[in-house]
T-cell receptor, first 111, second 114 residues
Framework: GNSVTQMEGPVTLSEEAFLTINCTYT??????LFWYVQYPGEGLQLLLK?????DKGSNKGFEATYRKETTSFHLEKGSVQVSDSAVYFC??????????FGTGTRLLVSP | DGGITQSPKYLFRKEGQNVTLSCEQN?????MYWYRQDPGQGLRLIYY???????QKGDIAEGYSVSREKKESFPLTVTSAQKNPTAFYLC?????????????FGEGSRLTVL
């Protein structure tokens, strides 16, 4: 079946550092891809999405490009802030909004 | 404000007891979902419902039951048959067939079995 693999965390960075969180997927067909963010004690929020190959999703300084040739959707940000500390989930759609989630990557940003 | 409300936020249960988690949405969304979150395992789908009076099992439905009698409500019952019920439970909704896949999540309910 479809699956999503994320890099294990935690990822620990200093403020203003460059962030990359790797995500690869296995899917039949052409899924949509998503990054969700979960702040402590809260539910998940959609961060960005891409619906077809070569699309770039972006929001709040975060970006991810749908790479069909490498089946990847890596999350990047040029300069992280302490407020970006959260758990980030990569996900793909599996028909009728059934999302398959990765295991999540915790990001810790220190001042 | 539109959104999804889950209650209670924290719940403690003795072994052998059933417990029901509430999920209400005022977004006028057709579809609703229940996910379970465990450390290191991400989110796993328990049940989902595309329309009122209809629902389907997800990947880990054993030991759980749901109902969808109203569009805005999708309660989840964790039964005594669920062998390891301690977890964080997340309810979500989406617009339905016209949506590109974005889910809107509640803030979650943390269930602890004593």
């Amino acid at each position: 079946g479809n699956s999503v693999t994320q890099m294990e965390g935690p990822v620990t960075l200093s403020e203003e550092a460059f962030l990359t969180i790797n995500c690869t997927y296995t899917a039949t067909g052409y899924p949509s891809l998503f990054w969700y963010v979960q702040y402590p004690g809260e539910g998940l929020q959609l961060l960005l999405k891409a619906t077809k190959a070569d699309d770039k999703g972006s929001n709040k300084g975060f970006e991810a490009t749908y790479r069909k040739e490498t089946t990847s959707f890596h999350l990047e940000k040029g300069s992280v802030q302490v407020s970006d500390s959260a758990v980030y989930f990569c996900a793909l759609s599996e028909g009728f909004q059934k999302l398959v989630f990765g295991t999540g990557t915790r990001l810790l940003v220190s001042p | 404000d539109g959104g999804i409300t889950q209650s209670p936020k924290y719940l403690f249960r003795k072994e052998g007891q059933n417990v029901t988690l509430s999920c209400e949405q005022n977004l006028n969304h057709d579809a609703m979902y229940w996910y379970r979150q465990d450390p290191g395992q991400g989110l796993r789908l328990i049940y989902y419902s595309q329309i009122v009076n209809d629902f389907q099992k997800g990947d880990i439905a054993e030991g759980y039951s749901v109902s969808r009698e109203k569009k805005e409500s999708f309660p989840l019952t964790v039964t005594s048959a669920q062998k390891n019920p301690t977890a964080f439970y997340l309810c979500a909704s989406s617009m339905g067939r016209m949506n590109t896949g974005e889910l809107f999540f509640g803030e979650g309910s943390r269930l602890t079995v004593l």
